[in-house]
């Protein structure tokens, strides 16, 4: 009854100003302005004035805008609303009237502030279409007419009803109207205030208008015609008269599963924060409290990785309200270790959102998507050229609907080297895995492997030719945000240099040479010949042995063959131990020896090794032995011995000195007797 109350106070009011009055009331005839199907438009001031008052151009604006109302009307038919009983002043013939305010004094009471059209309702509680004379230009868009149009077929509000909901719906379905004849759209920059960091029913900026895009942005989510149509349900159209939403925020009728189409506020919300991916500011503030277009405050968090080979964490605290988004945004500095090459600059950048007070209600969004994980994301930082940001994040928070409490958590913000390595050997059409060491599988999405022979699929990389390939590792930034607008960019992409390999023809053999003593590993068939100075020659597979001598192959009964393999395996056991990274899936030891051993002296594997002083041994540059490039050293502790590896430029071991002891090892394709039937 106050809604009634002020209104009646308003007409009261008006009975007091000095307005002048038309010596007679003109007839219903000849005070309609514009006229269609289903609508007249009088002009009014405080009685019917005659439509000649009105001047010429007016009128026809006033025309245009009705026959956009009368095409409306067909469109919300069509969609199922109920325009048949459309709450107005009833015309003549059975149609429905609205009034051209004529007088400036009157109808500034009846539609309040700048409202280009209004509706209101007269002391009896009739609903009237009020249009104001000077804004008939506004008219032919029908944006504003067939808003308040839709007010007329939702219960006439009052101050206890969810205000919030009619006009979000009403909005939405006018601004679809406008989009559909004119393809406008106005989100950006936004038409009404978008406070994502606020109650989403909140009317501290908004009494519901700026959430128009959201009602169709949803719409459009399920499938529903123009994004509007799912809104002619029943509930919806009349939230205002549901008893049940009148004594809560309204939120219970976004969570319905069954109106909302599967799109129920927690599933849908974080998605649509998603797209407001902006942290511009409002300089025009557009008579708002908050101080960007989309949030009102976003949080600051500077994030410095003062080194790429060491782990870097921060943990930042917030707050999300209920309904809405808490927004953060991450600056990054990275400075890289120095004298580090680029391939070792590489780095897992996680976001996490941890210590939540109720962590199921919580999503993490970063830039214009969802996080991998419901409250954590990974992606690559390339150390070398990194962004200047982590990137935009906001934390969403969807309680159940009758909650009001807030969501306090911690976001961990944490950085750690990430190792490539190549394989051994790369063989021409043949895959090599790489080995990426601390990345799991399907942490990050934003790189993969780029190669100038053959091709890269995931991990795995098969040169095309022999000859040699060089790798590379592209980066896409984690920024997709533009200076302006909400549209994402195409994120920038930076590469990394891992190195140029040699690509084997035949077979990625590897050879140990220790002394007097050669042992060749042949890949294919996977077994070693161990060679002696004078000519004689052992073959070791797994399974089996055999025996060059005097110019031709020795006939080695299968019981004696079984004896020696035995009798190998069980003396060698200790030996495999003695060597670091041993481990248990490498297979058959002695048929790959050569393989296993350079697998184990290889910069991948000693990087965890320990240096004399106990520390983790520094890999430094050095000359290669074969007088190549890109060599480079370490000194790791043995038993407290120290030991000297050189590595290739793919980190391989070239030579591993044990007191004194050069072992060299090599890589290619040799001419290496095959034992027969192997």
């Not at 994030?303 to 990054?332: C, Q, Y």
């Not at 192959?553 to 069980?570: C, D, E, R, T, Y």
Request: hydrophobic share 40%.
């Amino acid at each position: 009854m106050r809604a009634l109350s002020y209104v009646f106070g308003c007409l009261i009011g008006i009975g007091s100003l000095s307005v002048p009055l038309a010596a007679q009331q003109a007839s219903v005839a000849d005070a309609i302005v514009a006229e269609t199907e289903d609508f007249q438009l009088f002009c009014f001031s405080n009685q019917r004035c005659p439509a000649s008052d009105v001047a010429a151009p007016q009128r026809a604006a006033a025309q245009r805008g009705l026959e956009e109302l009368q095409k409306a009307r067909a469109w919300l038919e069509g969609m199922g609303f109920d325009v048949e009983n459309a709450d107005m002043d009833p015309g003549t013939d059975g149609k429905k009237a609205l009034r051209l305010q004529f007088d400036t004094a009157i109808h500034e009471r009846r539609c309040t502030g700048m409202a280009a059209a209004c509706r209101t309702l007269s002391v009896l509680n009739e609903s009237r279409v009020i249009l104001p004379v000077e804004d008939v230009d506004q008219l032919a868009d029908g944006g504003t007419l067939v808003h308040e149009y839709v007010h007329t077929l939702q219960p006439s509000r009052d101050d206890e009803g969810v205000h919030w909901l009619n006009e979000m719906v009403a909005t939405a379905i006018g601004s679809v109207w406008v989009r559909k004849r004119t393809g406008r759209s106005a989100v950006y920059e936004p038409k009404y205030s978008m406070v994502l960091d606020r109650e989403f029913w909140d009317g501290q900026d908004d009494p519901g208008y700026g959430k128009w895009d959201y009602a169709i942005s949803l719409g459009q989510e399920i499938g529903s015609q123009d994004g509007v149509a799912y809104l002619a349900q029943d509930r919806i159209i009349n939230a205002a008269a549901d008893a049940a939403l009148r004594s809560g925020n309204g939120m219970t009728l976004l969570y319905d599963d069954a109106l909302m189409g599967g799109a129920t506020f927690d599933t849908f919300f974080p998605r649509y924060v998603a797209r407001f991916n902006n942290v511009e500011k409002d300089i025009a503030q557009q008579d708002r409290t908050g101080k960007y277009f989309y949030y009102g405050d976003i949080a600051r968090h500077a994030v410095e990785v003062t080194s790429t080979t060491f782990t870097h964490e921060d943990r930042f605290a917030g707050k999300a309200i209920a309904f809405a988004a808490h927004p953060m945004l991450l600056p990054l500095k990275v400075t890289p270790t120095p004298d580090t090459p680029p391939s070792e600059n590489i780095l897992l950048a996680t976001v996490e959102v941890t210590e939540a007070d109720d962590p199921d209600s919580l999503t993490l969004i970063r830039e214009h998507r969802l996080a991998k994980e419901k409250l954590r994301d990974s992606f690559l930082l390339d150390g070398n050229d990194p962004p200047d940001e982590l990137g935009f994040f906001r934390v969403a928070h969807t309680p159940a609907p009758d909650s009001t409490a807030e969501n306090g958590f911690v976001l961990k913000v944490q950085t750690r080297p990430v190792s490539i390595e190549p394989p051994t050997c790369f063989q021409a059409g043949k895959p090599s895995e790489m080995t990426v060491t601390g990345l799991p599988e399907a942490a990050a999405d934003n790189w993969r492997f780029k190669v100038d022979n053959g091709r890269a699929e995931g991990r795995t990389i098969t040169p095309a030719s022999p000859g040699e390939i060089a790798v590379q590792v592209e980066i896409d930034s984690s920024i997709t945000r533009r200076e302006t607008g909400i549209a994402p960019k195409d994120p920038v992409k930076t590469r990394v240099e891992l190195g140029t390999f040699d690509v084997a023809a035949d077979d990625c053999m590897v050879r140990l040479t220790m002394g007097p003593a050669v042992m060749t590993y042949v890949a294919d068939g996977s077994y070693t010949e161990f060679r002696s100075p004078g000519g004689e020659a052992m073959y070791i597979s797994e399974s089996n042995l055999a025996m060059w001598q005097g110019g031709g192959w020795m006939n080695v009964p299968a019981q004696a063959k079984a004896m020696i393999l035995g009798s190998m395996k069980q003396n060698n056991a200790a030996l495999r131990m003695e060597f670091p990274g041993a481990h248990d899936d490498e297979g058959d030891f002695m048929s790959q020896m050569p393989k296993i051993f350079a697998k184990r002296f290889g910069w991948t594997n000693l990087r965890n090794a320990h240096a004399l002083d106990g520390g983790t041994p520094v890999r430094k540059s050095a000359a290669c032995p074969d007088g190549g490039s890109g060599c480079s050293s370490i000194v790791f502790s043995m038993e407290g011995n120290p030991v000297p590896v050189t590595f290739d430029a793919q980190k391989r071991p070239k030579v591993v000195t044990f007191d004194g002891q050069d072992i060299v090892f090599d890589y290619g394709t040799w001419t290496v007797r095959r034992p027969p039937g192997w």
